[in-house]
């Protein structure tokens, strides 16, 4: 299983963030897929998740400015995260996985810096 | 929403030592926690998921117990590959993370 990520990795203050993962090797039926950050230096923070439905959630903290969207007939996903400020700036890694977390699955992290 | 509070930020210990990280949820989580072990430059890795089961191909020096809303991530002999971060993760409503816990050499 490989999982690839890649989107646009400076940004100027209010633009969008845009990112996409996509899932090789395997077949997926099921599983959830999800957005993680980590500020340079800084703990991980999940931002969110879509389900095998299609159905998304969003860490409260962040849902205003947050869409993630899939295309499960590429094994793709994507996140947009709207108006950016510098506090934004991190790595940005996805994950697909199964619900017990048996089964998981990482992208190799895109670093996104916001800077005028 | 869940916290997470993980205990302590750093840890000192040499090789061979048994060490212990702990985690507190703020409300019960059952048996829905992973640990995550993590170095710089890379994407965490999981090592223990649903509290208590080793993930394949991980060692088994490494374990994990509790539930509710205490639990524990234990190394019974600390090896040179095991110096980095570790990450408890609840995963009963949606993912919330613990702040980490750096383990470094003494």
């Known amino acids: 299983v490989q999982v690839q990520q890649w989107g646009a990795g400076l940004l100027k203050p209010s633009e969008t963030l845009s990112l996409t993962c996509a899932v090789y090797?395997?077949?997926?039926?099921?599983?959830?897929w999800s957005w993680i950050r980590q500020p340079p230096g800084k703990g991980l923070e999940w931002i969110g998740e879509i389900d095998h439905s299609g159905s998304a959630n969003y860490n409260s903290s962040l849902e205003s400015r947050v869409i993630i969207s899939a295309d499960r007939s590429k094994n793709q996903f994507s996140l947009r995260l709207n108006s950016v400020t510098a506090a934004d700036t991190a790595v940005y890694y996805c994950?697909?996985?199964?619900?017990?977390?048996?089964?998981?699955?990482w992208g190799q992290g895109t670093l996104v810096t916001v800077s005028s | 929403d869940i916290q997470m509070t993980q205990s302590p930020s750093t840890l000192s210990a040499s090789i061979g030592d048994r060490v212990t990280i702990t985690c507190r949820a703020s409300q019960s989580i059952s048996s829905w926690l992973a640990w995550y072990q993590q170095k710089p430059g890379k994407a965490p890795k999981v090592l223990i998921y649903k509290a208590s089961s080793l993930e394949s191909g991980v060692p088994s020096r490494f374990s994990g117990s509790g539930s509710g809303t205490e639990f524990t991530l234990t190394i019974s002999s600390l090896q040179p590959d095991d110096f980095a971060t570790y990450y408890c993760q609840q995963y009963k409503t949606y993912w919330t993370f613990g702040q980490g816990t750096r383990v470094e050499i003494k």
């Open positions: 994950a697909t996985y199964s619900g017990t977390l048996q089964y998981s699955y």
């Open positions: 090797g395997g077949a997926f039926s099921g599983y959830y």
